[in-house]
């Protein structure tokens, strides 16, 4: 028969167990036959158990159950009259005694990585008694190893990383395997590592486990990353022992040992000469293999003629040099401009500068395009002045502006009208002369704003603008007036020589020396016994009282005029009256009351009872005129007298059927007898008028009955209406009934010359007809003829 190596490691396991277990049974043997001893009173001697074997291999593949060992008492004389019974751990389900011998088997196959022992519980028992004849014992079953878990990384796949360029020998990553099988028994346990994938760049730790670099100046710009498979083997890496893999995943982390280069030697770029200050010219970038922080770059302008004109800075995401303008380009003045830029890395690598210089340069030449540009004007602000009292037509400055292209091409000035909507300036579109248009005042603009646009004569569309600040000098044209409106009291109790008054001037003319105001008196002022005036020499003066015993029921108000004169050349003066009222004033001299009116008041009157009474009356007398109104109202006849009727029918009919509009006017006691027509409408909203149209004829019925129920129906109607007028009156004309004796009031086709209707009926309507029987009845041709 031929075995495997496995099979083979297996046999000779068992060899070795078998020669151990004969040691274990004579030891065993040896120390179950113990001496007796004694307790005080009585003697015993001590029964032990002996037992075979107390190990098991794990893993046991056969058809038949594992022998495990033997239970023997030295009661048993094999006659069969003691019973072995089994307890504990796996009894009966795994582990089975016979229990005539006490042989125990495994009927199961077992693994020392799921459970390394059990612990069981023995006695022997008299089969007649059923009693036990030796104390219950306990032992250990332990499962003897076997070579049969490969070793396993729990941790891996792993990745790491190590710096380019490393030395040899540098540490990378630590991988760890472990074996689920005893470490304390055999070489099971044992691992060693070995590389299988990865070599020549990396090693392994044959004990340890530890990744190391084993090739020098590995370049990260050349691979990055790196793919190793590690083995552990058990038994020591021998032939026969299991085995188990991982991967390892290693980059090179990258380090500054590239410098930067530039792509080209030289860049050129065209831009117009009108490009804005802060524009970006250019964008330059120099290579570098490196990343990250090893890649971040710094450049300078080194060298060449535009350093003044043009800066770079860095773009930090992108790591570009941006070029742009600091000052104007002029073609005119220069084309072209050349530049010599270096970048060098922000932070380099000691360890790699033997490598050559960690910076590079380049040429960039920028060439200025000509554009056609708008005028330009001398100065950028043109500070002029002018006196207000210059006349109109003069002349105020010039301004100047030229076309800085090399055509030259003239200039015609104006006045952006926006900056001078009053059009106080004008301006000479060739010479760029500022002339005053209108008369100027300081007082009401100080400081003119303008701007002056310059038009190039061929290209109108080119406006160059230049501003002009024109200040108005100030002279004097304003006289002086007080600073405030006075409101200026006098006690009665007032003493002689009392200030009552302290008053001031203001000028809206401002002189360079600042104002200086004269006060005095007007010449018929001067001589009164009432008041006199102090000037305070500080642009101030003050109003005194020459006298006592002012009285309000004398005099309530007295009219001060003041003659006040400023400091300028030619000086001007006005006259300012100051308004003094008398008042009653308290002890503190505080006014109480300035009216003249106060003294004919009863002594023991105040003001406020005054003016209670007065509310009151005054509500009293508006009672009064309500209540005579109502009454009035009331008692007054629904039948106005024929002069009042006459007066108030003068109408016009605007609408078919003839006073629909009517509202207010007639008394609906003059038309109880009358044919009246029906309408449900009610109108007051319009003042009716009369206009003579033709009118159709209708046929008349004796009968008026139907007339009169309607119009009680309307006065009824009237009298419950809360919106109807003082007095009842027929809203509209709609309803004619049948056969109306009067036919239709409306006024349509009532002055046509064909009508043969008789309208002399209505003389016998009373006084509130008169007027329209004078119109409808026989005279009618000769009225409106």
């Known amino acids: 028969m031929k075995l495997g190596k496995v099979e083979f490691c297996h046999f000779l396991q068992l060899i070795a167990l078998f020669l151990w277990f004969s040691g274990m049974s004579q030891a065993e043997l040896t120390r179950s036959r113990s001496k007796p001893y004694f307790q005080s009173g009585r003697s015993r001697t001590k029964r032990s158990w002996v037992w075979n074997q107390f190990f098991v291999l794990e893993e046991y593949m056969g058809s038949d ?229 090893n890649a971040e770059m710094e450049y300078r302008i080194v060298d060449g003629d535009g350093l003044g004109i043009f800066k770079i800075s860095v773009d930090k995401e992108t790591q570009e040099g941006i070029i742009t303008i600091q000052k104007e380009l002029d073609f005119e003045a220069k084309t072209s401009y050349t530049l010599r830029i270096e970048a060098a890395n922000k932070d380099a690598d000691p360890r790699f500068l033997s490598l050559g210089p960690f910076s590079d340069t380049t040429t960039v030449k920028i060439i200025v395009e000509d554009v056609d540009e708008p005028p330009v004007f001398s100065s950028p602000l043109y500070p002029m002045e002018v006196s207000e009292a210059t006349q109109v037509g003069n002349i105020i400055g010039t301004v100047a502006a030229h076309d800085p292209d090399s055509s030259n091409s003239p200039v015609r000035y104006s006045i952006d009208r926006n900056t001078d909507l009053e059009r106080y300036f004008n301006i000479d579109a060739n010479s760029g002369v500022i002339t005053t248009a209108k008369s100027l005042d300081r007082e009401t603009n100080a400081v003119h704003n303008i701007t002056v646009l310059a038009m190039e004569s061929q290209n109108p569309s080119q406006v160059g603008r230049g501003y002009v600040a024109i200040t108005i000098l100030d002279i004097n044209d304003n006289a002086p007036e007080f600073a405030m409106d006075y409101e200026t009291t006098v006690c009665e109790n007032a003493q002689p020589g009392q200030v009552i008054q302290k008053i001031s001037a ?121 209540i005579v109104t109502m009454r009035r109202r009331k008692k007054e006849p629904l039948i106005f007298d024929e002069e009042r009727d006459i007066r108030e029918n003068i109408v016009r009919y605007d609408d078919e059927g003839g006073g629909e509009e009517d509202t207010e006017a007639f008394d609906m006691a003059a038309l109880r007898n009358l044919n009246v027509i029906r309408d449900t409408k009610t109108r007051r909203d319009v003042t009716p008028e009369i206009q003579f149209l033709s009118r159709p004829a209708f046929k008349s019925i004796p009968d008026n009955v139907i007339f009169r129920e309607f119009i009680w129906e309307r006065l009824k109607e009237a009298d419950v209406d809360p919106g109807a007028p003082p007095y009842d009156s027929l809203q509209t004309y709609a309803f004619e009934g049948n056969g109306s004796v009067a036919e239709s009031l409306s006024s349509l086709d009532s002055i046509s010359s064909n009508s043969d209707q008789n309208y002399d009926y209505l003389s016998d309507w009373g006084p509130r007809f008169k007027r329209l029987a004078d119109m409808y009845g026989t005279g009618q041709e000769s009225l409106y003829s």
């Open 506 to 626: 203001v000028d809206k003319d401002e002189p360079s020396n600042g104002h200086q105001f004269y006060f005095s008196l007007t010449t018929d002022a001067t001589n009164n016994h009432n008041f006199s005036l102090k000037d305070n020499k500080d642009n101030t003066a003050s109003i005194l009282t020459r006298r006592n015993g002012f009285r309000r029921q004398e005099q309530s108000v007295y009219y001060l005029p003041i003659f006040i004169v400023d400091s300028g050349s030619p000086s001007l003066s006005s006259t300012n009256t100051l308004t003094i009222r008398v008042c009653d004033c308290d002890a503190d001299g505080v006014a109480q009351t300035c009216n003249a009116e106060a003294y004919v008041l009863p002594a023991g009157l105040s003001t406020g009872a005054l003016i209670a009474i007065l509310a009151c009356v005054l509500t009293l007398l508006v009672l009064i005129l309500l």
């Open 65 to 293: 159950p594992l022998y495990v060992g033997k239970l023997h008492s030295d009661v048993d004389k094999g006659d069969g009259s003691i019973k072995y019974i089994l307890s504990g751990e796996g009894a009966s389900s795994i582990f089975i005694i016979d229990e005539n011998t006490g042989d125990i088997h495994a009927t199961k196959r077992l693994d020392r990585e799921e459970q390394a022992y059990y612990t069981l519980r023995a006695q022997a028992l008299d089969r007649l008694t059923n009693k036990p004849v030796e104390p219950e014992s306990e032992f250990v079953i332990k499962i003897q190893d076997i070579n049969d878990n490969e070793p396993k990384f729990l941790d891996g796949p792993y990745t790491a990383g190590v710096p380019e360029m490393s030395p040899v020998g540098t540490s990378v990553v630590q991988v760890t395997a472990t074996d689920a099988d005893d470490p304390t028994y055999g070489n099971s346990a044992r691992v060693v590592y070995s590389i299988l994938q990865g070599q020549p760049y990396f090693s392994v730790e044959p004990k340890t486990g530890v990744i190391k670099t084993a090739l020098p100046n590995m370049d990260r710009e050349a691979k990055d990353q790196y793919l190793l498979v590690i083995q552990a083997k058990d038994m020591v890496g021998q032939n026969g022992g299991l085995s188990g893999t991982t991967s390892v995943t290693v980059t090179l982390t990258d380090v500054n040992d590239n410098p930067p280069r530039f792509p080209r030697r030289s860049y050129q770029y065209n831009v117009p000469e009108s490009l804005p200050v802060a524009s970006v010219v250019a964008r330059i970038k120099a290579a570098d293999a490196d990343i990250g922080a």
